[in-house]
Each structure stands twice: as C-alpha cells, then as structure tokens.
C-alpha cells in the first residue's frame, strides 16, 4: 500500500504562487508516476499534471500549462506542484495521485487552494 500526505494548500491572492508537496510513503518502489488533481465544489475532478517517477516526463493540462510546474525528488520519495500566477478559477482541493504498478490508484487526503480575486 502507497499512502500519500500532502501539504502546502492555502489562501492566496491572484496572481500569487503556491507550492504543494505530496510524500509518498510504503510500497514506494512500485510508484511509476505521480500527480495532481483537482476538484471545484459541484465540479468533476479533473487531471492537472503528471510526472513519470524514472524519467521525470511531465504533462499538464492546458489550463495550466505555463504557470504550473511539476517536479520529483526521487529520494525523497515526494511531488512537488509550484504554482505561479494563480487564478481565482484554480480554486479547488488538490489531491496528490500515485500509480504502482500491480494495483490501484493511490490518493492522498487532499489540500485546499483558495485564490481571491
């Protein structure tokens, strides 16, 4: 089992920057990527970014790409997602995602972000 705890979530005034931290910790040797989401109230949980845990491949979803960057330390076991020139639309809880290999997905408890306009 991957259990995941996650950190960083605040209030912060548009146009301002956030960093998010997810350590992973257990079956760590079996993560073969890691991520984020994140879910509005009265939305669906949507994909944010992605990052292979071998080669650090990212990928991000177009709203935002640009502002938004996912990074690994691998020995840390632990994802980190800085965020730049938030938006009040990037409101939403973050929740940190690990896929290992043999079984599924893994979560974390989720950290809220609140950008005032």
């Known amino acids: 089992q991957v259990q995941l705890v996650e950190s960083g979530g605040g209030l912060v005034q548009a146009g301002g920057s956030l960093r998010l931290s997810c350590a992973a910790s257990?079956?760590?040797?079996?993560?073969?990527?890691m991520g984020w989401f994140r879910q509005a109230p009265g939305k669906e949980r949507e994909f944010v970014a992605t990052?292979?845990?071998?080669?650090?491949?990212?990928s991000y979803a177009d709203s935002v790409k640009g502002r938004f960057a996912i990074s690994r330390v691998k020995f840390k076991n632990t994802v980190y997602l800085q965020m730049n020139s938030l938006k009040p639309e990037d409101t939403a809880v973050y929740y940190c995602?690990?896929?290992?290999?043999?079984?599924?997905?893994?979560w974390g408890q989720g950290t809220q972000v609140t950008v005032s306009s």
């Open positions: 990052i292979s845990w071998s080669g650090g491949s990212t």
């Open positions: 995602n690990a896929k290992a290999i043999g079984r599924p997905d893994s």
């Open positions: 257990g079956r760590t040797f079996s993560i073969y990527s």
